[in-house]
């Protein structure tokens, strides 16, 4: 059985969650009574990557199949009516999977760029949406200084291990024009981090997601839970919008 740091990957229970996920939480100062994390060296890190990614690669088709026909239309309006200026902005779909969002922002006359480090939704987003999609491990970045206007991190930033978040927000901050505006959704928890279903995830609750995304130099402009309409334990979805201060 593979092993991150000596933990078993599998496990899986009955419901699909990792058994080993709720023995990972990590340290915050806005979570003060859970325990330091332990260091993930960087061959963890990269072995993190690697089969986060091949899991994406393996089911890319069955993948864009069942997401095609999400609505995300809430979220892409919370993105837009927050940039500052006039129309066309220039957008980054941060993990933009096959390319679903990227036609979106393209249709309404964005200049819209895509990243995913799934080589296979890369492939799919240049050829479905026709817009630049560049191919970036997620924790190796490699972003232009100051070029957008807005970020669409949607379903994605929960993927970064809690230890890296604070580099990989600063380095969306540092690409994004002054007052430029980040947008996340993320599945919410109780703020643990392991293995789900084959995918590296970290599940942050409100306070502990407020706190990252101050630290990194934003300030909150909304935030909200998905998909609306239903009693808040109904609502895993955790929306919500930042602009670059600073």
């Known amino acids: 059985m593979l092993r991150i740091n000596g933990i078993p990957v599998g496990g899986y229970s009955k419901y699909g969650i990792n058994t080993q996920l709720l023995k990972m939480q990590y340290w915050h100062p806005h979570r003060p009574h859970f325990s330091h994390p332990m260091?993930?060296?960087?061959?963890?890190?990269?072995?993190?990557?690697?089969?986060?990614?091949?899991?994406?690669?393996?089911?890319?088709?069955?993948?864009?199949?069942?997401?095609?026909?999400?609505?995300?239309?809430?979220?892409?309006?919370?993105?837009?009516?927050?940039?500052?200026?006039?129309?066309?902005?220039?957008?980054?779909?941060f993990g933009c999977g096959p390319g679903r969002d990227l036609r979106t922002f393209s249709g309404l006359g964005h200049r819209a760029v895509g990243l995913d480090g799934t080589e296979r939704f890369v492939e799919m987003a240049r050829a479905d949406s026709g817009c630049e999609v560049w191919h970036q491990d997620f924790l190796a970045l490699d972003l232009p200084d100051a070029m957008f206007d807005g970020i669409f991190a949607n379903a994605v930033l929960f993927h970064i291990p809690t230890q890296e978040l604070p580099r990989v927000l600063a380095q969306l901050r540092a690409s994004l024009t002054p007052r430029g505006v980040l947008f996340s959704s993320n599945p919410r928890g109780n703020n643990q981090e392991g293995w789900n279903r084959g995918r590296y995830g970290a599940y942050h609750d409100l306070a502990a997601w407020q706190g990252f995304l101050t630290e990194a130099g934003f300030e909150e402009l909304e935030h909200y839970y998905r998909p609306t309409g239903l009693p808040l334990d109904q609502q895993p979805w955790l929306a919500s919008v930042w602009r670059r201060v600073g």
């Open 39 to 93: 260091t993930l060296a960087p061959d963890t890190l990269r072995q993190i990557s690697d089969l986060t990614r091949t899991h994406y690669q393996d089911s890319a088709d069955s993948f864009r199949e069942g997401t095609a026909d999400h609505d995300v239309s809430q979220n892409i309006a919370a993105l837009l009516r927050h940039i500052e200026g006039e129309a066309p902005h220039t957008l980054l779909d």
